[in-house]
């Protein structure tokens, strides 16, 4: 695998037959002296985590399971709110501009989720440690529903979700997938203060001028999604037309006209 990626990608990629999460792994690599641009794979998560503490499912031989190290220098992120955001753009749209390359038309859910037909196929769990105000590392995790075998149980769904092999119609092999997702992080990463990342970001967006329920943690409303801001934050309108910027919570779409 590391002969067929090594003209891509720089650094060193240490791969897992079956590991807890990648995420943790490159966690413990960074305090051990990961350098930047380092990353994880692993065939099987046994503790695969998603957002909101949720668990990301990753059986054997069927998905993508990645992180990528980064530490970004100081002219690389702006001190704020949105350095967060701007490594789930960097991994989101990566995957999203991926899939692009096997003539797919995914969308990115916001804010970190990818839809492939508006089912889920793939998401983004970034994780930093920050020294003061200063970001010091991050982990870019991104899982991949590849093939069947990936799906998670119907009961534990929260929202559809399919893999890309049923998109696509047949199968693909995953060190290639992995490849593409590489050479986009690698572009990606030249991007990140600038606006072009949110360009990338808001040209996939799912559900644009849509209506959808967001649920922000306190309630759920209904709203309609207009796009991002520059912070990568949700801009919606909500009743009377009045334009609300959400950081974060959940979304999900509903049809026009819908009392719900
Ligand atoms: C989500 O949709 O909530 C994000 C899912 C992120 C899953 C990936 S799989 C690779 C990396 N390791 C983890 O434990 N999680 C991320």
Redesign the pocket.
Known sequence: MRSALADVWPSEIRYHASIG????EALAWVKAGAADLSVVVADE?TH????MK?Q?F?PAGSAL???VILRPGPQEVQPGPAVAMRLTALGAVAVATALERYHLQPHIKWP??ILLDGHKTA???VETTWEGDRLEWAVV???INVSAGSLPPDDQLRFPATCVEAVLGHPIPRVQLLREILIQVAAGRKQLTSPWLWQAWQARLAYRNEYILIDDGVKTQRAKLIGLDENGGLRVTVEYGKQIIFTQGEIRPILEGSQK
Not at 21 to 24: A, E, F, R, V, Y
Request: hydrophobic residues 25%; aromatic residues 4%; proline residues 0%.
């Open positions: 999460s990648t995420n943790d998560q695969g985590r998603g957002r949720r990301w990753t399971a990645m992180s970190n989720d998401g983004v769990l995790g991104i899982g």
